[in-house]
T-cell receptor
Framework: KAGVTQTPRYLIKTRGQQVTLSCSPI?????VSWYQQTPGQGLQFLFE???????NKGNFPGRFSGRQFSNSRSEMNVSTLELGDSALYLC???????????FGPGTRLTVT | AQSVTQLGSHVSVSEGALVLLRCNYSSSVPPYLFWYVQYPNQGLQLLLKYTTGATLVKGINGFEAEFKKSETSFHLTKPSAHMSDAAEYFCAVSEAQAGSEKLVFGKGTKLTVNP
């Protein structure tokens, strides 16, 4: 089976812009979660989607949003980018019946 | 809320030596625990997990971890380090809420293996 794929792998944006990141889960996995990784804050949970519904949300401002499509693919959007949004954004999927999550390679976002 | 503490942000060992990475957790319910490894410029790879049952769990690449409830610990070990083990290791606990599962991670331990 193919693993979790994320596109693009690298992005450079300017403050104030918005960005959309994409994640394709492992085939058959219905749950997709997003995490932000920074040197200062470590790995932090953003949100989880299951069957096109957001089931859980981390402590991030409303500028961070996401959605899931009927084929389980997910996108996350960050509006009005700030320098502090520079991070590795990781997507993870799981079937929905087990607890371990399988991570993609991440999207490295740099905000200048 | 669950939390994870990893003792030592950097650990250095010689090739062939024992690897011991420490993890302590805080959880109000029986925990599900995980160790992940991250190589440079890559995502996280699951090494091993504890959910229920046997407290000594074996993972990939010769790693194992022991769940000790009385010590709230889940330390990761490998008898003999290899150069390819150099990476960052993250301990995580699963936090369940209304059918959702999120992972709460420790800050990570960077492992250096010296020749």
């Amino acid at each position: 089976k193919a693993g979790v794929t994320q596109t693009p792998r690298y992005l450079i944006k300017t403050r104030g812009q918005q960005v959309t990141l994409s994640c394709s889960p492992i085939s058959g996995h219905r749950s997709v979660s997003w995490y932000q990784q920074t040197p200062g804050q470590g790995l932090q949970f953003l949100f989880e989607y299951f069957s096109e519904t957001q089931r859980n949300k981390g402590n991030f401002p409303g500028r961070f949003s996401g959605r899931q499509f009927s084929n389980s693919r997910s996108e996350m959007n960050v509006s009005t980018l700030e320098l502090g949004d520079s991070a590795l954004y990781l997507c993870a999927s799981r079937p929905g019946t087990v607890y371990e999550q399988y991570f993609g390679p991440g999207t490295r976002l740099t905000v200048t | 809320a669950q939390s994870v503490t990893q003792l030592g942000s950097h650990v250095s060992v010689s090739e062939g030596a024992l690897v011991l990475l420490r993890c302590n957790y805080s959880s109000s319910v029986p925990p599900y625990l995980f160790w992940y490894v991250q190589y440079p410029n890559q995502g996280l790879q699951l090494l091993l997990k504890y959910t229920t049952g046997a407290t000594l769990v074996k993972g990939i690449n010769g790693f194992e971890a022991e769940f000790k409830k009385s010590e709230t610990s889940f330390h990761l070990t490998k008898p003999s380090a290899h150069m390819s083990d150099a990476a960052e290791y993250f301990c995580a606990v699963s936090e369940a809420q209304a059918g959702s599962e999120k992972l709460v991670f420790g800050k990570g331990t960077k492992l250096t293996v010296n020749p």
